[in-house]
């Protein structure tokens, strides 16, 4: 891809794209149109990339985000100190840093580009087309398994909007919605906060997942049989876990009787630990159909439990998001039932009754 310092012709016309890092965990989506020339010019370019940097503490990083060569965020940096004739970072020690002068430039550089955004959605809306950036938040198996699925719907109706999205546990999301660093949160436990409302969009159904050639695979087991399996969990803080660990309190087994083997802080990780013969564990029915269809992993039935959710769509306490953020919670729950609809035509088959089978 081109990359150029100027700012009218930095974005070029570019395909939705998205970047996972697993290892930060998270990733963007974008969808950049001509007209995202005009959108950038509303903010001072070179404060554009001081906000960058000064997010990421780091030119490799933020010049990768700003599309740029490491020495072209380092041009503008230098031309910015320049013009306000101080230093904004501390390149001392081998770490960059923020001066006290940089410290006092962010929150404005902020507001700047809250202004800009405003500007454009305002304008994009007198138009009759919604424009501007949306920032979102999921946890981890809606932002892998259904968030992209909606992202690229609203974006064939809505495709002057830019969004970016952030991944994690329950927890971490609606922090992240609490600071304002993101418009929407969709989560998949309760949210258990005052500062937030929570409207609830789709169910899902969290199954029982063994390997391929466990005893218990394609059988009903007896809620009594897991106080002997090797239970893989993932982490505190996880929406996904406080379902489990609820569903298994209310149908009479505590958490002390249960044989946690491995904590894990991904969906993909626990499916992999199956695999590996680590033990056994409940995720969504949206996170294992790929393994389901290649026969990598078999479902297993507890009798007697049902582990029924929520998908939850989160915004502040207070009046509803308007403009991008308003459109996307509309447009979320009024196609969540379609995609449910989908996904009910490659529907997981439970596991039939049969004879209650023990591990070994």
């Known amino acids: 891809m081109r990359r150029t310092d100027n700012a009218g012709n930095f974005w070029l016309r570019r395909r939705a794209r998205i970047i996972q890092e697993s290892r930060f965990g998270r990733f963007s989506i974008a969808e950049a149109m001509p007209t995202d020339a005009i959108r950038l010019s509303m903010e001072n370019f ?20 700003l599309l740029l060569t490491q020495p072209a965020v380092t041009q503008q940096i230098k031309a910015l100190e320049d013009e306000y004739g101080v230093s904004l970072f501390d390149r001392s020690g081998g770490r960059i840093a923020l001066t006290q002068a940089g410290q006092a430039l962010v929150p404005y550089a902020e507001k700047l580009r809250t202004i800009s955004e405003e500007a454009y959605a305002a304008v994009a809306s007198a138009s ?23 992202v690229a719907g609203f974006l064939r109706e809505n495709p002057r909007v830019s969004i970016t999205a952030i991944s994690g546990n329950t927890d971490t999301i609606l922090e992240a919605l609490s600071a304002h660093r993101i418009h929407l949160a969709m989560v998949e436990g309760p949210a258990l906060r005052k500062d937030i409302h929570v409207e609830p969009f789709m169910q899902d159904e969290m199954v029982l997942v063994v390997p391929a050639s466990h005893e218990w695979a394609e059988r009903e087991i007896a809620l009594a049989d897991l106080r002997d399996a090797p239970l893989l969990m993932r982490e505190f803080g996880s929406g996904s876990r406080r379902v ?33 013969g680590l033990g056994v ?14 026969g990598t992993l078999k479902l297993a039935r507890v009798r007697g439990l049902r582990l029924a959710r929520m998908f939850s769509v989160a915004y502040p ?20 039932m379609k995609l449910m609809a989908g996904g009910a035509a490659t529907r997981i088959q439970t596991p039939t009754s049969g004879p209650t089978r023990r591990s070994a």
């Open 317 to 336: 306490a207070g009046p509803e998001p308007t403009g991008s953020a308003g459109a996307f919670r509309l447009f979320l729950l009024a196609h969540s």
């Open 46 to 65: 070179r404060l554009k990339v001081f906000r960058v940097v000064a997010s990421h503490l780091n030119f490799s990083r933020a010049a990768e985000e």
């Open 128 to 150: 009759g087309k919604l424009g501007g950036q949306l920032a979102l938040g999921a946890s981890q198996t809606i932002g892998q398994y259904v968030l992209p699925n909606l």
């Open 244 to 276: 489990v660990e609820n569903a298994l309190r209310r149908a009479g087994l505590k958490k002390n009787e249960l044989k946690t083997r491995m904590e894990l802080d991904s969906t993909e990780g626990l499916l992999s630990a199956v695999e590996a």
């Open 281 to 294: 564990t409940f995720v969504s029915r949206w996170a294992v159909r790929s393994e389901l269809a290649l």
